[in-house]
């Protein structure tokens, strides 16, 4: 993994980190037709800063992980049910992206959310922020494939946002799938945010019960943590 991770160049990183930062705000308020839109330029820096800090901490801080979050589906021993689940999650990220600003600018599907509405969407997403970065920043075997890392020695974590949900990201992704489509005011966004919660409670499903037969000490740090996503829900 650490030759691996030596091959991202700070050539290379910067000129990724310059397309992400560029790429999000112009999707979105181009496809919204509307380059003064508010709501798309605070959910767009939002995103920009979710997306950058995570590659910021990868890059100094662990190569490894960044490394192994670059491998495609169905490669390093992935669970054969999440390579499809997988795949049909990055389809849907990119189906959210595209059609919210169409939905809420351009042709106006949705009617007009209340203001209290938006500034909730907004609100939700600062707690997202952090526990997507933090989750990060705590689990070095925080892989986008669902697999146990035997090659790097997987052990379970539980310190951090692990000792308040076994699920962090998972929590972070929720707010976000929520808060995001409240802020632009679409309703097409929140019906797609249903679907990928859905294939959200599939995955951790799937996830725990491999951890559960394959990685040692994690029964013991589920009853030491109960709750897989939302405290004193589930």
Request: a positive charge; proline letters at 4%.
């Amino acid at each position: 993994m650490t030759t691996q991770a030596k091959k991202y160049s700070a050539g290379a990183f910067i000129a990724s980190a310059l397309f992400t930062a560029v790429l999000c705000p112009a999707l979105v308020l181009f496809l919204s037709g509307n380059w003064l839109w508010p709501e798309g330029w605070i959910f767009s820096l939002w995103f920009d800063a979710m997306v950058l800090s995570n590659m910021l901490y990868l890059y100094l801080k662990d190569p490894a992980l960044l490394a192994e979050r670059a491998q495609a589906p169905g490669s390093a021993r992935q669970e054969g049910w999440d390579r499809y689940l997988l795949s049909a999650a990055y389809v849907l990220a990119l189906a959210w992206l595209v059609l919210m600003p169409l939905d809420a600018q351009r042709f106006g599907w949705s009617p007009d959310f209340a203001l209290w509405l938006k500034v909730l969407g907004g609100v939700a997403l600062v707690p997202a922020l952090y526990f997507i970065y933090a989750a990060t920043t705590a689990n070095t075997f925080l892989s986008t494939l669902v697999r146990v890392q035997t090659e790097r020695k997987q052990r379970v974590i539980s310190t951090g946002v692990y000792g308040f949900v076994r699920h962090p990201l998972y929590l972070g992704c929720l707010l976000m799938l929520v808060g995001g489509p409240l802020l632009l005011g679409s309703l097409v966004g929140l019906a797609i945010s249903a679907i990928a919660l859905v294939g959200l409670v599939v995955r951790i499903a799937g996830e725990e019960k491999l951890l559960t037969d394959e990685l040692e000490g994690y029964a013991e740090y589920k009853q030491k943590v109960r709750y897989r996503l939302i405290p004193f829900v589930w």
